[in-house]
């Protein structure tokens, strides 16, 4: 009777081994399977497969994958002169400022713009005389007063 009872647990303990190495394969193929397929996805945005999304809307989703906007603003002093007396930085790097009346920056979203003001002896106005459309933060008419130090416009917010 002990060694029917012990055929019958062999025969138990036999059964999951199988089962789980079978389990063991197939999870094996399907990580595998996996790899492979997000590597492909990774080489070429191009050769996903379409879905109705674009179909309908065509080449222009996936180069949207790859859009980042961009904005302008102008700023301007109350005199001429004063913007000579100004360095711009934008996210620590100083942006050239060049002869003109103003100063018209490049941004991006989360862009943090810092004017120095140091080099000059006296106080300067500054405004934001005028955004692109996208641009949140800063707005067109903000007024800033530089004394001698370094003013931070803030972080730039885009729609």
Known sequence: MNSRLDKKKYQYIITWERL???????LLILSLL????????AIDIDILPQNITMELEGKSVV???????????KITADSKADIAFLRVFIN???KEGGDNAYIELNVR?????????IDSEKYIN???????ENIIFPKKGMRYR?????????RVKLK
């Open 92 to 94: 620590g790097e100083m």
């Open 20 to 26: 789980g190495n079978s389990l063991t394969k197939m």
């Open 146 to 154: 530089i004394e001698g130090n370094i003013v931070v416009l803030g």
């Open 126 to 132: 500054i405004n934001i005389e005028n955004t692109s």
């Open 109 to 117: 979203n989360n862009d943090i713009i810092e004017i120095d003001g």
């Open 34 to 41: 996996t790899i492979a397929v997000q590597s492909v996805i």
């Open 63 to 73: 180069e949207n994958y790859h859009y980042e906007s961009k904005g302008q603003i």
